[in-house]
C-alpha cells in the first residue's frame, strides 16, 4: 500500500461567507477519523458548523490553532492514509488464559473506577479471529480515561504554558471538551490583583500650545488613555462577535446608509391578527405576532419598489425577481438572520409558520449555513424587547432593512368617516426603513415605507393573508 495525504479545507458556506474562526479541534494528531467524521468546529458571523473529514485516514497534522481565523479554501488540516494494494492479512490474537484482575489500588491523585470491567472481559475468546478496529479502541480509551479531561491540543499547551491543571477547567465544549477560551478565562479569572503601575508625571504644557492627545487604544490588554485608575473587568469576544463586529463595520464602510421612520396605526391589524390566531387556536397552531403581517405587507410592497429588493454589483443594480426575506433573531450566541425563500409567494399564515420553525431552530444550533444566506431584504423586530425604534445596519450584500419596534398604545389623531376628526386610544408602532443612498433617494425610500404603512393600516383584501 502506498500513502497518500488530503488536505481538510474550510468549504464554501454561502455567498457572503469568506472566513471562519476554529473554536475546537474535535480530533488530535494521530487520531483515526472516518470519511464525513467531524474534525472541528468554526465559527462566522452567521453560524456555528463542524467541518468533516473529507476521506478516512489519520489526522497527520493540524495547521490552524483554535482562535485562529482562516480564509476560505485555506487547509485546515492534513490527513494521510493508505491507497488500496493487497489486503492484509488477519493475524490472530495470541491465546492467552484468562487474566486475573489487578489489586493494586489506584496511585495517589487518580480516581478509581469500581464500575470498569476487568480486562479480561474485553479480551477475545481463546483462538477468535478478529480485526482491530480503532475507532471502538480509542472509545474504549476515552471511556477509561478519567484521570484527565477530554480536551484539545491547543488548550493542553495553554494549561502547561500558565501552570494550570486540566481538572481545574470548566470544559463548554462537546462532552466537557476543554477548549482554549475555556483555558482562556479560567487564567484570567485566577490571575492576582495588580496594583496599577505608577504613571509617569503629567508633561508642563505651555499657555501657548495644545496638550498631546493619546488616542485610545483597542488592542488586546490595552487600556484607553486616561482610564488607567478605573477599575474594569476584561471579557474576552466570542469569535462569532469579533465576526459580527467585522461585517458591521464592513457594511458601514460600504453602504451609504440613510433612513426615513414613519408610524403606523394597527388597530385593524390587531383585529385581522385576532381573527386568524382565533381560527389557529381551532386548528391547534400556533399562534401569531404582529411580524409575520408585517413581513407581508413589506413583501407585496416591494413588488413595486423593486430598487429595494436588490444588490449592487460594481456600476449595476441586480434587481431580484423574487423576495427572500431575512428576520433578525436574538440568540444566545448571537445575531442571527434566517431566511424565507420566496416570501412574497407566501400567505402571511405560512410566513409565520416558517419565521416559528427557523427560530426555534436557530436558537437551538441546529440551523444551516444555507439557511442564512441568500437573502434580499431584512426585517428586523425590535419589539420582540419592547424598544419603540431602532436605526439599524445593512445586512451586506442588501440594500435596505426595515426595523419595527414596540406596538404602543397612545393617544391618535383620527379622521371619522363624515371627514371629521377625533382623538383615540390607538396601538401605534414606529417603522424605520434604512436603505443604501448610493442606490435609491429619501424621496423613494419614503413611498415605499408609505405602502408598507397603507397596506397595514387598511389590509384590504385576503391576498395579504
Given amino acids: 500500500m502506498s500513502e497518500t495525504t488530503?488536505?481538510?479545507?474550510?468549504?464554501?458556506?454561502?455567498?457572503?461567507?469568506?472566513?471562519?474562526?476554529?473554536?475546537?479541534?474535535?480530533?488530535?494528531?494521530?487520531?483515526?477519523?472516518?470519511?464525513?467524521?467531524?474534525?472541528c468546529e468554526v465559527s462566522t458571523d452567521k453560524v456555528d458548523t463542524e467541518i468533516p473529514a473529507p476521506a478516512g485516514g489519520v489526522l497527520s497534522e493540524i495547521l490552524v490553532a483554535?482562535?485562529?481565523?482562516?480564509?476560505?479554501?485555506?487547509?485546515?488540516?492534513?490527513?494521510?492514509?493508505e491507497q488500496p494494494g493487497s489486503p492484509a492479512p488477519i493475524r490472530p490474537v495470541a491465546a492467552t488464559g484468562p487474566r486475573t484482575p489487578s489489586?493494586?489500588?489506584?496511585?495517589?491523585?487518580?480516581?478509581?473506577?469500581?464500575?470498569?470491567?476487568?480486562?479480561?472481559?474485553?479480551?477475545?475468546?481463546?483462538?477468535?479471529?478478529?480485526?482491530?478496529?480503532?475507532?471502538?479502541?480509542?472509545?474504549?480509551?476515552?471511556?477509561?480515561?478519567?484521570r484527565s479531561p477530554i480536551a484539545s491540543p491547543a488548550a493542553r499547551q495553554l494549561t502547561a504554558a500558565h501552570d494550570v491543571t486540566l481538572d481545574d477547567v470548566t470544559g463548554t465544549g462537546r462532552q466537557g471538551r476543554v477548549r482554549v477560551d475555556d483555558v482562556r478565562l479560567h487564567v484570567e479569572a485566577h490571575l492576582p490583583a495588580q496594583a496599577p503601575a505608577p504613571q509617569a508625571p503629567a508633561p508642563q504644557?505651555?499657555?501657548?500650545?495644545?496638550?498631546?492627545?493619546?488616542?485610545?487604544?483597542?488592542?488586546?490588554?490595552?487600556?484607553?488613555?486616561?482610564?488607567?485608575?478605573?477599575?474594569?473587568?476584561?471579557?474576552?469576544?466570542?469569535?462569532?462577535?469579533?465576526a459580527i463586529a467585522e461585517h458591521m463595520l464592513r457594511s458601514?464602510?460600504?453602504?451609504?446608509?440613510?433612513?426615513?421612520?414613519?408610524?403606523?396605526?394597527?388597530?385593524?391589524?390587531?383585529?385581522?391578527?385576532?381573527?386568524l390566531n382565533e381560527a389557529r387556536r381551532i386548528r391547534q397552531r400556533k399562534t401569531m405576532s404582529f411580524l409575520p403581517l408585517i413581513a407581508r405587507a413589506t413583501v407585496v410592497a416591494l413588488r413595486t419598489h423593486r430598487e429595494l429588493n436588490?444588490?449592487?454589483?460594481?456600476?449595476?443594480?441586480?434587481?431580484?425577481?423574487?423576495?427572500?426575506?431575512?428576520?433578525?433573531?436574538?440568540?444566545?450566541?448571537?445575531?442571527?438572520?434566517?431566511?424565507?425563500?420566496e416570501a412574497d409567494e407566501l400567505t402571511a399564515e405560512s410566513i409565520a409558520d416558517r419565521i416559528a420553525d427557523a427560530s426555534g431552530r436557530a436558537r437551538e444550533r441546529r440551523i444551516t449555513a444555507d439557511e442564512l444566506t441568500g437573502g434580499t431584504f431584512t426585517i428586523s423586530n425590535l419589539g420582540s424587547v419592547r424598544s419603540v425604534s431602532g436605526i439599524p445596519v445593512i445586512n451586506q450584500p442588501q440594500v435596505a432593512i426595515l426595523v419595527t419596534g414596540a406596538v404602543v398604545r397612545r393617544p391618535w389623531v383620527q379622521t371619522l368617516a363624515d371627514g371629521t376628526e377625533s382623538i383615540g386610544?390607538?396601538?401605534?408602532?414606529?417603522?424605520n426603513l434604512t436603505f443604501d443612498h448610493r442606490v435609491i433617494d429619501g424621496a423613494e425610500a419614503g413611498r415605499c415605507l408609505n405602502l408598507i404603512r397603507e397596506h397595514l393600516e387598511s389590509w384590504p383584501t385576503d391576498a395579504y393573508q
Fill in 6 to 39: 488530503v488536505d481538510v479545507v474550510l468549504p464554501t458556506m454561502g455567498s457572503s461567507v469568506t472566513e471562519a474562526t476554529v473554536t475546537t479541534w474535535l480530533k488530535s494528531v494521530g487520531d483515526t477519523v472516518t470519511d464525513g467524521e467531524p474534525l
Fill in 66 to 81: 483554535e482562535g485562529d481565523t482562516v480564509q476560505l479554501g485555506q487547509p485546515l488540516a492534513r490527513l494521510s492514509h
Fill in 103 to 146: 489489586t493494586t489500588q489506584p496511585s495517589q491523585g487518580l480516581r478509581a473506577q469500581p464500575s470498569a470491567p476487568p480486562v479480561s472481559a474485553v479480551l477475545p475468546a481463546p483462538g477468535i479471529v478478529v480485526r482491530f478496529d480503532p475507532e471502538a479502541s480509542a472509545d474504549e480509551v476515552l471511556r477509561r480515561a478519567t
Fill in 205 to 242: 504644557v505651555s499657555p501657548s500650545t495644545s496638550p498631546p492627545v493619546s488616542p485610545a487604544t483597542s488592542g488586546e490588554g490595552q487600556v484607553p488613555s486616561g482610564y488607567s485608575t478605573v477599575p474594569y473587568t476584561a471579557v474576552r469576544l466570542s469569535p462569532r462577535r469579533r
Fill in 252 to 275: 458601514r464602510a460600504t453602504s451609504a446608509h440613510a433612513s426615513v421612520e414613519a408610524e403606523i396605526d394597527l388597530g385593524r391589524l390587531s383585529a385581522i391578527r385576532d381573527e
Fill in 310 to 341: 436588490a444588490s449592487v454589483a460594481g456600476n449595476q443594480l441586480l434587481q431580484w425577481t423574487s423576495v427572500n426575506l431575512g428576520f433578525a433573531v436574538d440568540t444566545p450566541e448571537g445575531l442571527l438572520v434566517p431566511v424565507v425563500r
Fill in 425 to 431: 386610544i390607538r396601538p401605534i408602532m414606529r417603522a
